[in-house]
Nanobody, 121 residues
């Protein structure tokens, strides 16, 4: 069973910075993708950075240049460094992974519990 444990978040002043972390665990699994998405009240979830185990990253236009994703493969942990935060960044941020267990033929998606990030103006 895959578990994703998130930490970080809280109240941040506009223009400030914070960092989120997400640790993945699961015996026999390869975490091919680790990344983040967010969801604000009344809005559909918005994709934010993801990163493969090989180090390739992708960013949504709304966060490009402000957010940075990094990954520690040894710890199966992904981080989201968020700089120059804006009130519109306020959302619940969810960690997710596409993981494959050995001898399986499909990458399964798992989600973390989510952590609230509130940016005050």
């Amino acid at each position: 069973q895959v578990q994703l444990v998130e930490s970080g978040g809280g109240l941040v002043q506009a223009g400030g910075s914070t960092i989120l972390s997400c640790a993945a665990s699961g015996s026999g699994f390869s975490f091919n993708l680790l990344g983040w998405y967010r969801q604000a009240p009344g809005k559909q979830r918005d994709g934010v950075p993801t990163q493969s185990s090989g180090g390739s990253s992708s960013y949504a236009d709304s966060v490009k240049g402000r957010f940075t994703i990094s990954r520690d493969n040894a710890k199966n942990t992904v981080y989201l460094q968020m700089n120059s935060l804006k009130p519109e960044d306020t959302a619940v941020y969810y960690c997710y992974t596409r993981a494959r267990r050995e001898y399986d033929y499909y990458d399964y998606v798992y989600w973390g519990q989510g952590t609230q990030v509130t940016v005050s103006s």
